[in-house]
């Protein structure tokens, strides 16, 4: 049997429906922003310099805070283990992960940036979870369309190598194309349009050979885009259900339309369509 004590910790950690439960979860993400900006604040060396051991202090003070509220969490849970397998129980846990390994890795103490999954929270406490359908929506578009990103991919990735290779024969070594895998580095940063800048062609043929990779990257670019919106347009349509306005035989409102998006008149109810 749970305890009075873990249920009224269950209350305030858990319970976003009640007041001291939600100023709980708006305290916890105030102090998840002020964590992750003072481990920011600590990269810039002006401030490392002058405010390193204030800087170290309030992280170990932050990740106290966030031990004591996942092992409270584990303690009112009334599913404890479905909690700990959860995303946000991996998440909470994962947050504060980092500052324990920089005692035994220098540098891992920058990681717990990651905190900021925890700031996802905000939708649930601010009752925002209906634009998550949203997101919902794009996740769906960008799953249908996976098989084709992989098999553009996979055109990119020969083309790359072919090219990288072919450069690797005409510049050689003494033009910084110092191996096949190098080349083919040059080709990718070339026909993905960022060019560094590092290695540069330097005969006729190279460089011609350069100009036509940038206008195949050029082309190409726009593939991606195009097939993840083609899926979300077909992800948004099915979203929609073809109710049709009797007034003006509009159709393609949304599922839960009460009015007419053409006319403004009411929709008839789905049953009565049903019945019809």
Same mark, same amino acid.
């Given at each position: ?8 910790? =269950? ?11 939600? $100023? ?54 009334? +599913?404890?283990?479905?909690?700990? $397998? ?10 504060? +992960? ?34 998550? =359908? ?36 005409? %510049?050689?070594? %003494? =033009? ?60 948004? =349509? ?22 007419? $998006? ?10 009565? %369509?049903?019945?019809?």
């Amino acid at each position: 049997m749970r305890s009075q004590m873990q249920k009224a910790i =269950n209350d305030v950690i858990f319970g976003t429906d009640t007041p001291a439960g939600k $100023r709980f979860d708006l305290f916890l993400i105030y102090a998840i922003l002020a964590s992750v900006l003072v481990v920011i604040l600590d990269t810039v060396m002006s401030l490392h310099d002058s405010y390193h051991r204030l800087f170290f202090l309030l992280e170990w003070f932050f990740t106290a805070i966030f031990t004591i509220e996942y092992a409270l969490r584990i303690y009112s849970s009334p +599913l404890r283990w479905q909690y700990i $397998r959860s995303f946000y129980g991996i998440v909470d846990f994962v947050s504060i +992960l980092p500052s324990y390994l920089s005692l035994f890795f220098v540098g891992s103490s920058y990681l717990v940036v990651v905190r900021l999954l925890r700031v996802l929270r905000i939708f649930r406490v601010l009752k925002l979870v209906r634009y998550l =359908n949203e997101a919902n929506v794009l996740m769906r578009s960008m799953r249908q369309a996976r098989r084709k990103i992989l098999l553009f991919f996979c055109v990119v990735l020969v083309l790359t190598t072919i090219f990288g290779s072919l450069m690797y024969v005409i %510049e050689g070594r %003494e =033009n910084g194309f110092t191996s096949i895998p190098k080349s083919i580095y040059w080709a990718v940063i070339t026909i993905t349009t960022v060019g560094y800048g590092d290695i540069t062609p330097q005969s006729a043929l190279g460089q011609t050979l350069a100009a036509i990779m940038m206008l195949i990257g050029y082309s190409i670019i726009a593939v991606p885009t195009g097939i993840i919106t083609a899926e979300l347009a077909v992800e948004i =349509n099915r979203q929609r259900e073809i109710r049709e306005c009797k007034y003006c035989h509009a159709i393609s409102h949304d599922a839960d339309a009460v009015y007419c $998006r053409k006319c403004g008149k009411k929709l008839p109810e789905q049953d009565d %369509e049903a019945e019809s």
